[in-house]
């Protein structure tokens, strides 16, 4: 833990600090390849869609079935008359899935099922679902999202500025696109529990971005008042200053999710618990990678286009070459940031000796 | 408080002043009260467990996934000309769960969910089958002989002239003799089979209340063709059981009202209330004599000819045409009320219009002084049985007991291991401080527990599957609201402030945080509630309430613990398991000599303690 806690304290110093604003480019790069691979997987492969899109049937048996999965196929073959697909999951039970049969006709299914299987047929669990049941709640998730994306560009720009709501929402649909690409890619079955676990990290994917645009707006507020650095430098020591809190945001997320994920696919073999867990587990990811390597750089890009920006970074520029030139010491034309300025005055240089003192506790503590 | 109590203590208060935040008013009142929020948090916390013990709710409701039992989602189709609109699916709501509950299961709960979509939740143990078949049907509208009926209650006026006319319609020549009519359904036992049984339970029940109105002759015959022998033998029990509800029957009551006439079957007599004008009615209805699907079309017309204004138009299928002409036959030739038919809607009588002449032709038209309104609904009612609309199968999920109590250990066993994890997770990495994250988790659990647990009987909330998920996510979003502020705690500690003026420093900040991203987390929770359907719903809600709960854990609690905990010397001094060592953080020393006078105790403890 201290390794971190230091790590955390050295890149609150700015002592070691990753140039994210700076090579954006490469990050950018890297986001739109992906992008374009999850469209192209997405428009090529196409997503699984489960069963709750073509309407069918599930039907799951009670644990310990003696029944092959071979055999259990051929009793749903006959009752339905469809293709059925039956899984055997980890505690023994079976999940049959049939496609293309509507409500009415599943329940005679699930009586012919019940005695094939040598089963009470109150003893069957069924999910019978009807052609547009997936369609409808795909469609109100659609609605939910849009609704959703316009109400948080609004409140964004109101508690933030325009660029930073833009820049969260470009974050958003790319975490989004990269999750379904993933979908498609991998082939993972998109249920309305998928639905679920995407529309969630709309929400959480958002809450780390806001994260970091909540130090940088700090950070930021008198930033026409100093001479010192540029917008794109304090942003980046905004983003390496809440680093080490976005990386246990994003452990402690994970966390549970892989526990769900863990029992959801383990445990139950399928199910809700493995849709939701699994799509909130890509998306989380790519959640904390974007607001790290995408949101934040877009926002210091579409910030140094305005005047004043452009004026103040030719300004430090300026500063910093005759600063050069004179060879002398750096004095501020004035505080960046209130919260900054300890930190700029404090010795930067005494960071080897504190890390030793450091180093001897650690020792001594195991 | 502290500034008060130590002069020592005030310097660094002052510095923080000086040097910090904007909201120095506020941040100082709430740093100086910190008993009295922990206080309110903990009245709120036993005052909730209270209610929770108080109400015998003590564990949340399960949802149908998890306690089994069967799970129907209709979804109202839009075209039958009546909109899909809160009222109409508010009355669904209303008669699907008469049906439901009328099946003996008491538990069901029908709910709307979105704009056009109802859920219908039947706990196992119940026929689901049944219950499927029941609750989607749109007609259940029946047409029964009146055989009594009487104001009930205290408000309502004896007004026999609030009851309408059934007359012909347009067609005329429509005068067939009742013994005719009779004949005709003796001659064809098949399709009039509730008829015939009917009439003859219609008889005994007409016979026991001899004393009170006119016996009808012409019931009495075709009662004696009757087919069934079963219902007249039984029937002398029967009806003076029903003949004492009827009587006990007080229509004023609302409980009386919605349990009058449950699991009435078609083809028994049955008592039922009615509201005609401003009070309500009760009536001792026959057999039904015409099934509600078998009225082809009804409508609300203007009477532009006659004086009578408004009034319904129905048109009867054959074999409804044909029952319809025997029942007005034979109604026609009774007195009062006895000439009346009841017009029964999931066992609450509409209308009951009297009738003065067999109506053949399959043509009828219902007169009375209607408003538009009540023609309309009337006539609604009439064509879509009570359903004010038509519903369409979306999704049946029935989940055995055995299953349902496997997802639930699954769902809890993973909240176990994910909440396991973050623990550990943050005891390694936060020491000392994991004690106020743990603390300040363990509250959350207990509000979300017991917050869950009363909503189950206040507004219906069920936990399932989908909703445990959400609360396992939300075990990150909560701790995530330490991690800020512990972050940025460190964060004045690595600047060289000593922990007291830390902590109220980093907390104006932290506390802005919080909330701008709480906020974006409760709009997604609140826009997917409103916005979706099923699962979603669930989960939406529980983390809606969970971010809110963060929101409260955070202020009412983790702040103020977090104040108190400044003062124990373990933290303040930065015990290296305190997580708020300031070496191990890398803390610049100048700042933190210039407080070391703050706090007296400080140095020379410190040995002791490590």
Redesign the interface.
Known sequence: MSKLGSLGARLHRGEISYDFVGKRKIWYGVSILITITAILGLAVRGLNMSIDFQGGAVFTTPNHMSTSVAQAETYARDASGHQAVVQKLGNGSLRIQIAGVDTAKSDQIKQTLAKDLNLNPEKLAADLVGPSWGQEIANKAWEGLAIFMVLVVIYLAIAFEWRMAVAALVALIHDITITTGIYALVGFEVSPGTIIGLLTILGYSLYDTVVVFDSLKEQTKDITKQTRFTYSEIANRSINGTLVRSINTTVVALLPVAGLLFIGGGFLGAGDLNDISLSLFVGLAAGAYSSIFIATPLVADLKEREPAMKALTKRVMAKRAQAASEDGPVTAGGDDAEDAAPAVVGPRNQSVSRGRGRGRQAGKRR | MAAERRPGAERPEREYEK?AAPKKGRSASAQSKPGRSLALILIAIVALTGGMFVSGHTTPRLGI?LAGGTSI?L?AKADQGSAINKANMDTAVDIMNRRVNGLGVSEAEVQTQ?TD?IIVNIPRGTN??EA?QQVGTTAKLYFRPVLASEPSGAAASPSPSGSPTVGSSPKPGSSSSPSASSSQKASSPGTASPTASATTQGRAVTDALKAGSSPSPSATPTGGSSPKPTPSASGGTDTAKLQAAFTALDCSKPDDRAKAGNNAKPGDPTIACGKIGKGYYKYLLGPAAVDGTEVKKAQAVFDTQGASGWQVQMTFNSTGAKKFADITGQLAKNQAPQNEFGIVLDGEVVSSPYVSLAITGGQAEISGSFTQQDAQSLANMLSYGALPLSF?????????A??GG??LH??L??????????VI??V????GLSLVAMASLVVSAILTYVIMSLLGPAIGFALN??AV??A??A???T??SF??YF?RI??EI???RSLRPAVERAWP?AR??VL??D???F???A??FI??????QG??FT?GLTTVLDVVVVFLFTKPLMTLLARRKFFANGH?WSGL?P??????P??RRTRRPAGPAAGPVDPKEA
């Open positions: 040097v996934d989602t979804k979105g979509n689901s089958k499927q369409q199968e979306q999704s049946v999920t029935t989940v055995t055995a299953l496997e997802q699954a769902g066993l993973a909240g176990a291991i994910g909440l396991a994890l973050v997770y943050l390694v990495y936060y020491r599957l989908p998920c959400g396992i996510v075990i990150g979003i701790a995530d991690i800020v972050e460190r964060d690595r600047e060289g900040r802005r945080t701008v991203s906020f974006v987390s709009l997604a929770a826009v997917l916005v979706t359907v099923g699962k979603v989960f939406a983390l290296k060592d070496k191990s953080l890398g803390g610049k100048p700042l």
